[in-house]
């Protein structure tokens, strides 16, 4: 499913086969690291799945997936700039196979809203975007317990004493958020279970 994707984002583009079947095998490496329990490949087929069920939606659904695909390249838990840096290695990619600048701008701003869910674009596309990527807080309270254990395991450089109050400050920000979702569709869908999910979280930390 996605290498379909990613051939499909090409198909209007004619660069070298080699560089498309490179960047997928690097794409695929970095998702692939052993510390991803929950940033890796099976986050981004979500995402593409969420995408396909709302692309009708979606303004400029090949930019969506672009930022998909690329928005978590860089994963490192002891840095601050994971989304600068796989913003910009976005930007490398989408330049060289002559992609309009205007939309490797807007791929390149999608990625950098990760870092603070906040549409500062006024964008319905990266609304959407936003999201997807956030509906792991909306599902069922098991598999947001296997999502929170992941994450735990991705931040385990960090101890406890450490780890407890950076995680409850940002799970704090979210419920004190007028929504945490921005598109009424997701609200209506996945908010009030995102809430309970986050407070039941909380009163463990």
């Not at 052993?34 to 995408?51: A, G, P, V």
């Not at 969506?64 to 690329?70: E, K, S």
């Not at 964008?123 to 098991?142: M, S, W």
Request: no cysteine.
């Amino acid at each position: 499913m996605l290498h379909d994707k990613w051939i499909q984002l090409h198909a209007s583009h004619n660069e070298d086969p080699s560089l498309v079947t490179y960047q997928y095998e690097y794409l695929t490496m970095m998702y692939s690291g052993e510390q991803r329990t929950y940033h890796n490949l099976s986050h981004i087929t979500q995402m593409i799945l969420l995408w396909e069920e709302f692309v009708a939606h979606l303004q400029d659904p090949e930019v969506v997936l672009w930022a998909i695909f690329f928005h978590d390249l860089v994963y490192n838990p002891l840095m601050k700039n994971n989304e600068a840096d796989s913003a910009e290695a976005a930007e490398r990619y989408l330049q060289k196979i002559g992609y309009p600048e205007n939309k490797i701008t807007l791929v390149s701003e999608f990625i950098v809203a990760t870092k603070t869910h906040i549409n500062t674009l006024n964008n319905k596309d990266l609304d959407y975007f936003l999201d997807f990527d956030l509906q792991i807080l909306g599902t069922a309270l098991e598999a947001y317990k296997t999502y929170s254990r992941q994450i735990r395991q991705e931040y385990s450089i960090y101890p406890d004493l450490l780890y407890k109050p950076g995680r409850k400050k940002l799970l704090k920000h979210f419920l004190e958020a007028p929504a945490i979702y921005h598109t009424p569709v997701f609200r209506e869908l996945y908010e009030a279970q995102a809430r309970e999910n986050i407070q039941t979280e909380i009163n463990t930390l």
